[in-house]
């Protein structure tokens, strides 16, 4: 379905189309149904993937923050607000995830 994405997600989507399609739909769906700009939707799932300590998901969500403009200082400062509630070991993981994507 789509070769632009990488790792298992992509592959899950070329070898079963139909539940991608499903779960794009729902996300399209949870997405749009509040009144979030798209800049605080991103950094919201930024932080969300930080919260369940998911490099793969915190890679991605910023990637796609930088690609949409938003700039290297707030997505760093999702990682930062994370100290609080997450702890400085949570904080610094996603710290060093989201550095392992270069502009």
């Known amino acids: 379905m789509t070769k632009s994405m990488p790792g298992a997600a992509g592959d899950l ?5 139909d539940v991608w399609k499903a779960y ?12 979030m700009t798209d800049r605080e939707k991103r950094l919201v799932k930024l ?5 369940a300590g998911s490099e793969g998901a915190v890679h991605s969500h ?6 949409e403009g938003i700039e290297a200082e707030a997505i760093m400062q999702v990682a930062m607000l994370a100290i609080g509630p997450l702890g400085l070991p949570r904080a610094v993981a996603a710290k060093t995830w989201i550095e392992d994507i270069k502009d």
């Open 13 to 17: 989507a070329e070898e079963h189309p």
């Open 24 to 35: 794009a739909a729902l996300g399209k769906a949870t997405a749009d149904c509040g009144p």
């Open 47 to 51: 932080a969300l993937a930080i919260g």
């Open 62 to 67: 910023t990637r796609r923050a930088r690609s």
